[in-house]
């Protein structure tokens, strides 16, 4: 298992190299030019040499990417923008973004879990079809949309919560409360996912020979589902929750926009606007560690959850 | 004759201990296109140590009965519509849901036909045959619990019981999976065993195998069995009573002696045939003309009459029970006063 993980992490080399060559290149394919971004309109010729000189933009590309590389490695690259290391401004905005992604994971999964398994044992009841409504609906809305929807409900019409911003760690009350809308808008496309992928693997599972011997040795129509099904219908949804974090990450991105969070997603979006490549090129980077290691960690699992894999 | 509260000890088998009677079941299956009758006005009694064998093809009912007999048919589109099934002095078709869990793997142990998918993929053995002892026996705590099991495995023949307790179906041959289906449903050692074609889904020398050990089992631990099968060599093998079924009700009822040399029925005869023999010389298999009938749109009468080669007019109209001797009985027109019609 251990050869397994270090094999996996290694991947990740190819990887970030094939991610920062497709990231550099669509920076350079962009039209614009940092310096100019930087300075302005009304900037001389002189002062925009100068500045493609400081950030040496005026290099040939294959230099200009080494020189990236090797300072996104050294921990030396500067955001132009934040005049400061990018590797420290991503990483302080980090938390934010994973304590956000975290939150609303554990309300898609309280949520859609049990959800999908009523809905499986009582396929085809009002249950099972208002909540699959609902769940096509999360499947079909765009994240922002539903953010703005959520601002409009409780922070405007009934004044519960705050619009935007935030207010601290979650476990504090006021970052609580400044962290429901955005980890409940985020949280609606996995939470809708999740509970149809749940509700069509008990269906799957629930006609099983195996469900009949246990329901033959006497087990309760409740321990079957809760044991004996759910035990088996795990493996899909873990891997459906998996897959979906990653896309959470880019929903991040939008309901960070929307919410002013200030979390890698947004810092990701100013610095595409300022055109700060330096920061771009590291927040995709370190992104795509993260959802690498994500990954790495939801394959793990597996072993514990099917005992038909293992990692030798 | 019902089945009496107090039954006497194990291993002294008396021929009049009825331990289970199923009376005139009806099963149905609601579906889309009409309603199915699985299982048509079946009656069969088990006596305590018989060994009784269901015979027929798939979609005769067989299995639905004895799903009814534990309730597990599944519900809806399954209904038990009339009928009565007396067990131990109650009938399983009124019992509530919390007396059918107390008998099922407790009284009425079931073995599958499907040994590969009848195991639950991410338990261990040792955990699945526990579990039946956990829950019929929860006094028995974690490592009598344990001990147990292992003693289950020794008893079925799988060796290196101590390791395979913590293995998974997976890692088992098909062989050892349908032994550890049959050490679960001994778990409790119950009365009645369910072997629903506990061998067609195993190699030829498995099957003898598996048989052998059911029926060592059986006169070790002085259990009833039903056996369903449609392999007619299994019943000759293992039966002491034998219930021919087509259509969803029985055609043919008598001992194994009976039913293989006084054999009355059409059907039963067509099925016999069907048998490949060494012993005689034939250019070609014997097979009985027709299909199935499909069970929404059975014929009136002896459901058999769209095949038999033997059919007559009367034979729209539903055959009488004709009785040849005490213990058995065939449903056919052919053997009713007047006998063949003009």
New interface residues.
Partial sequence: MLNYAIRRLLLLIPLLIFVSLFVFAILKLTPGDPATALLGDQATEEAIALARAKYALDEPLPVQYVHMMANFFNGDLQSIFHKDNVLSVVLHRLPATLELGLLSLLIAVIVSIPVGIISAVKRNSFFDYASMSMAMFGVSIPVFFTGILLIYLFAVILKWLPASGYGGHFWTIEGLRHMILPALSLSFVLMASTTRLTRSAMLEVIH???I??????????FMVVMF?AF??AL?PIATNIGNQVARMFAGAVLTETVFAWPGVGRLAVNAIFRRDEPLVFGCVLLMAVVYVVINLLVDLLYGF????ISYD | MRSTRALPSKGKILSSDLILEVKDLQTVFITEEGVVKGCNGVSYSLKKGETLAVVGESGSGKSVTAMSILRLIPEPPGKIVGGQILFDGIDLVQATEKQMRKIRGNQIAMIFQEPMTSLNPVLTVGRQIGESLQLHQPELGKAATRARVIELLELVGIPSAEQRINEFPHQLSGGMKQRVMIAMALACNPRVLIADEPTSALDVTIQAQILNLIRKLQQQLGMSVIMITHDLAVVAETADSVAVMYGGRIVEYGSVDEIFHQAKHPYLEGLKRSMPRLDVEEEELYTIEGMVPNPLKLPSGCPFRPRCPQVMDRCCEEPPAISFSETHYARCWLYAEGGTDA
Avoid: C, E, F, W
Avoid at chain 1, 212 to 221: D, E, H, I, L, Y
């Fill in positions: 099983q020979d195996y009949r011997t246990a329901r033959a040795k006497g087990v309760s129509r004996h035990k088996n493996i959850l099917n005992p038909q």
